[in-house]
């Protein structure tokens, strides 16, 4: 599947990119959230929600939304070269990131933050939306940290496999 300088190109940078996501994910599910859970509640509420406001930038937002948009790319691509070696690999890749990060990203944690964000950090409401949020925003976050931690495998396994099949300049 992996012919030709663009596709080379295009699968690598994607892995990187899906990689460079699970970084970002597997730091919040293995100490960040901790650190955040240890504040008392208004604090780790104004905290989350300081962090949810200066996520939203173009250099975050470039990779983890380049990112999807490369692996839709690919997979178009991998569908369209099915007989290719490493096609099969490219389209998990692509669909473990595109429903495993993004996909979660929306459906799971954007409308906690939200609802973080629309809470008084200081009221009995805002400290028992914390205590849930913390677990199960958490639990979310450790999924999408997997989903493209894989796909990062995936796609680098996908380079592999289609090393011999590459078209010389």
Do not use: E
């Not at 669909?95 to 950090?121: C, E, Q, S």
């Amino acid at each position: 599947m992996i012919s030709g300088g663009v596709l080379f190109t295009l699968t690598l940078v994607t892995a990187l990119g899906c990689g460079l996501v699970a970084g970002i994910f597997y730091a919040f599910s293995t100490f960040v959230m901790g650190a955040l859970a240890r504040l008392v509640p208004a604090q780790g509420i104004a905290a989350m929600n300081s962090i949810n406001v200066v996520v939203i930038n173009p250099w975050f937002g470039g990779v983890f939304f380049g990112t999807a948009a490369a692996c839709a790319v690919l997979a178009v691509a991998a569908l369209l070269m099915w007989h290719k070696p490493g096609s099969t690999y490219v389209i998990i890749a692509a669909l473990l990131y595109i429903v495993g990060a993004l996909g979660i990203t929306m459906a799971f944690n954007v409308p906690r933050n939200n609802a973080l964000a629309a809470v008084d950090p200081a009221s009995a409401d805002g400290a028992r939306l914390w205590a849930d949020y913390v677990v199960t925003w958490t639990f979310w976050n450790h999924v999408r940290t997997i989903a493209p931690l894989l796909a990062t495998a995936l796609l680098i396994l996908a380079i592999w496999v289609g090393r011999d099949s590459q078209v010389a300049p």
